[in-house]
């Protein structure tokens, strides 16, 4: 048996098409959703997520700001850039896109955003609202992952969906979302990471499977129980002088090993990525409706 492929693509241009309605509404009301995108240095994999968020605005009527930096730039360069951001009334969405270079202290970054122009959900007043259940801007990658599940016709509620990865873009926000209440969660959730003894153990016990690990082809078959739903978060370059560009893009999931056993599976690229994007517009109109509707 192999698996069900997930079109991550065509879920994404679905919630796409949704962000557009929203912000056609808005148009008629005479705002126009604005996301301001910083990008600082010349990252090749940044530059590439930009340069897609940016078109995604295009695409869906939301104004899009790309403000670059260069990779040398002071820290305070930065945060007085998110100063004159969030002072904008123009601009309800601020990215900045991480990594950033060394000598600039993420945190530091991203509590700097007004938390209600926060559209990637990085600010401790979202990670905190989130983890209570309150309703606010959640992180994107994690935020189109029970989408991309109960579209494709899965359910989720009562399953045990087990992550593997503890990062504060992916794992955690990820586990906090599962464990809400809801047709898109409620799930029993395990969490799993690089100090997980017997990993295996666990992820053999997974109805779902999320893997946010930032190694290539990393899940094999023996780890996932038959019939699971394999969600692959990875995105990762490998050499591969084959290919013009020099690489080629990998999961941390084996596709071709564990389709044979999972039911239904997420290819890289065209599952969770696009994802991103298209939750990336719908938080930007969120964002946008929120600030109208309290000012
Ligand atoms: N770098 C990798 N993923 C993300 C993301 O979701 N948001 C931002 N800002 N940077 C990232």
């Known amino acids: 048996m192999s698996a069900k492929i997930i079109d991550g ?8 098409e949704e962000a557009k309605q929203d912000a056609d509404k808005l148009h ?89 122009k926060d559209v990637d959900g990085f600010h401790p007043e979202n990670v905190g609202k989130l983890s209570i259940g309150i309703d606010c801007l959640t992180p994107c990658t994690p935020s189109g992952i029970p989408e991309l599940i109960t579209r494709s016709g899965i359910k989720m509620s009562g399953k045990h969906a087990v992550v593997v990865g503890r990062s504060n873009i992916v794992g955690k926000p990820m586990m906090n979302i599962l464990v809400q209440k809801g047709d898109k969660a409620n799930c029993t959730i395990t969490c799993c990471h690089s100090g997980t003894d017997h990993l295996a153990n666990y992820t053999r016990q997974a109805d779902i499977l999320i893997a946010a690990i930032g190694v290539p082809e990393f899940v094999t078959a023996g780890m996932v129980k038959e019939g699971a739903t394999v969600i692959d978060v990875g995105i990762n370059r490998v050499e591969d002088l084959e290919h013009s560009r020099g690489y080629r893009l990998v999961g941390d999931v084996d596709f071709d090993d564990v389709k044979e056993v999972a039911g239904a599976i997420t290819p890289v690229p065209g599952g969770v990525g696009p994802m991103t994007v298209a939750m990336l517009m719908q938080n930007t109109v969120k964002a946008a409706r929120m600030i109208h509707q309290s000012g």
Request: charged content about 30%; some cysteine.
């Open 9 to 16: 693509k065509k879920i994404a241009a679905e919630i796409q």
């Open 28 to 116: 008629e009301r005479g705002i126009k959703p604005c996301l301001a995108v910083v990008l600082v240095g010349n990252n090749p994999a940044s530059k590439a997520y930009v340069g897609s968020k940016v078109r995604a605005c295009e695409a869906t009527g939301i104004v899009s700001l790309k403000i670059e930096m260069e990779t040398e730039s002071p820290e305070q360069d930065l945060l007085e850039e998110i100063d004159r951001l969030n002072e904008d009334p123009n601009v309800h969405g601020i990215l900045v896109q991480l990594p950033l270079p060394h000598h600039m202290d993420e945190e530091r970054v991203t509590e700097r955003i007004d938390p209600a």
